[in-house]
């Protein structure tokens, strides 16, 4: 490509490249604050009358944001030459860029506020950080396949608050958990493979993990310790919630491609006096006994793959625990089953 030597007549010399998945409320954050203005002022200066900024999105690099900011054609282009930066390259890192539901391209530059059909996490820090130059978190909508850094054996958590308190973690270190990152590498070979026919198998096998790690008997030893390792020996039982979807995230991916390779055992019949196929095969596969027990199970879930409550319409790209547009909030862990440890809790008191 060959180099430019002038700029047009409104960029700034000061080019600032989009973040992959990046919102474009971030990414104008960013863009304002190089240029030592808020976003407000930024719009405002180009001639884009500004819609109200909520203050999620007045506050730089706020996280999480899910009121994300809609540009219309008009101001689009305004952005793209200012910043420097080809539009289609604004549109390709962007995942919103193009959200604004267009008017005919002679209207005047607008920008509106919306909420997002989907939850932006805060990107992996130290991707961030070599890509940014900077430690500001960056929200990004990521596909279910890239809420893993392999790079820096990173997990991004999402947005969480304990009763009703927002809770500062929104990673976790997986350097202690090989086999979470070996189940990732398995995750994207799966779909490689199989396309959407994947997608139905995770989504089924997502919710049954979820279902069975808030149900699992005191025997049940391996997801207790992954949630040690990954909390590092400390507040065990709160990573067991807050990092539910590593936790059993290994046996999800070998669920889901016994679900994928063997879909007619999900129709099986239960002969009387025998435990159901279905269970006994999935039992043996994760290897845990407890889960021939078929109030594990949804009634006839063969047949049913939306039993959960709240799952994200588009089962294609989300977790189901994670991202669900009607209810923008954070997850609140209490209602995941956790219940922290009252301080003042008098031993021998229960019961
Ligand atoms: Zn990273």
Redesign the pocket.
Known sequence: MPRRHHLAPRASILRLAPVQWETTVSYLQRLASRHHLDTAELLRGLGIPGPLLHPECTRPHGPYTSIELYLNPASRSLIADFAGIPEEHLAHALPQWNGHRDKPHAAPPKARLRLAPMHAVTG?P??TLARTGQTHPVPQYLPDTALI?Q??S?WMLGRHTLAGTRLPIEHASLRRAPEILAAHRAHVRFLKRWGPAADHALALAMNLTETWRRNAPADERIWPARARRIGDNKRARLWYALAREAITYPETITLAQFLAHHPRTLHARERPGHAHPLHTAVADLLGRPWLENPALYPDQFGNRITYTVGRHPYPRSRWPYRHNPYDPGPTELTKLGYQPPHPRAVPGKRR
């Open positions: 992996c130290h991707c850094c790079r820096h990173t």
